[in-house]
């Protein structure tokens, strides 16, 4: 279980696909990450809890969180049943010492799923003990419209849940401010998936500092509020032409998250009127 008071920048192991997840762990530990998300499913290592033990003792490198295997790709992964994936999810968190499971709303034809979708979460964070953090989707764009995939709602605003993600890739797609709608997530925003995209409809996932999401923003706000949650870096590298071209992404995204990760050092100059009225004067 994750006991640090600050946050840890990690790296999910999506980010270095069509490699492996041990390809992840590796690049993580010499490239400095601090640790490790694992994606369940998209690499069978990925859904053997002793071999990914084996990665984690041998790199010295902790996982942070488990990606619940609840991707188009991922449906048959660990079963057909949904609370059946989460509840190994949990299971696997537990067993390498993560602390949350990061997990997107259900589609909209998972009716029954989708039904008890909120109140069931909150029942495996209470019998697990492990954060489930619901992750911001985005609806698909067609033209003219947008289809809603996702039940109760792709926003995880619009429910109660104790505990979010806030993928910035995913509200650039939906058009959403990541600065914006992190404060509406308030003290729900546990985990960030760090990443950019320039608003168009395809789920991005570019370096941070690529796109038009505001992620400088994002991490300074975040550090002056004592942010204790794990960011992930989880961008796409599927087009990199070589290892090396691929760790540049990787190495670029690790360099700007520490440069804004930082409190503000400004501080802030007041006037008082004669009526008492106090304003803060700009630079």
């Known amino acids: 279980m994750n006991t640090s008071k600050t946050a840890r920048i990690g790296l999910s192991t999506a980010s270095v696909y069509p490699e492996s997840t041990a390809s992840g762990f590796e690049l993580a530990a010499r490239l ?5 998300e694992v994606m369940v499913g998209i690499d069978p290592l990925s859904t053997q809890i002793d071999a990914i033990q084996r990665l984690v003792d041998y790199h010295h ?97 619009e429910q109660t849940y104790a505990h979010t993600t806030l993928d910035l890739s995913h509200s650039s797609t939906a058009e959403q401010d990541c600065v914006e709608l992190a404060a509406t997530m308030g003290r729900t925003l546990k985990h960030i998936h760090l990443t950019d995209g320039t608003g168009s409809a395809k789920d991005e996932h570019l370096v941070p500092g690529r796109g038009t999401q505001r992620a400088a923003d994002l991490l300074n706000g975040l550090a002056n509020q004592d942010f204790r949650g794990h960011i992930i870096i989880e961008i796409n590298t599927r087009r990199a032409t070589s290892r090396s071209e691929r760790e540049v992404d990787l190495v670029e995204s690790l360099e700007f998250t520490r440069k804004h990760f930082v409190r503000s050092s400004r501080r802030t100059s007041f006037a008082v009127t004669p009526e008492g009225e106090i304003s803060e004067l700009t630079p």
């Open 32 to 36: 400095g990450y601090d640790g490790v």
């Open 61 to 157: 490198l902790p996982v942070l969180a488990i990606h619940a295997p609840c991707l188009l790709i991922t449906q048959r992964v660990w079963g057909t049943d949904p609370w059946g994936k989460l509840e190994r999810s949990a299971e696997a968190a537990k067993d390498l010492g993560a602390d949350v499971v990061v997990v997107h709303p259900p589609f909209r034809w998972q009716r029954d799923y989708a039904r008890g979708f909120v109140e069931g979460i909150a029942r495996l964070e209470a019998e697990t003990g492990v954060i489930f953090a619901v992750e911001n989707m985005y609806p698909w764009r067609a033209p003219g419209k947008g289809l809603q995939a996702y039940a109760p709602s792709w926003d995880p605003t």
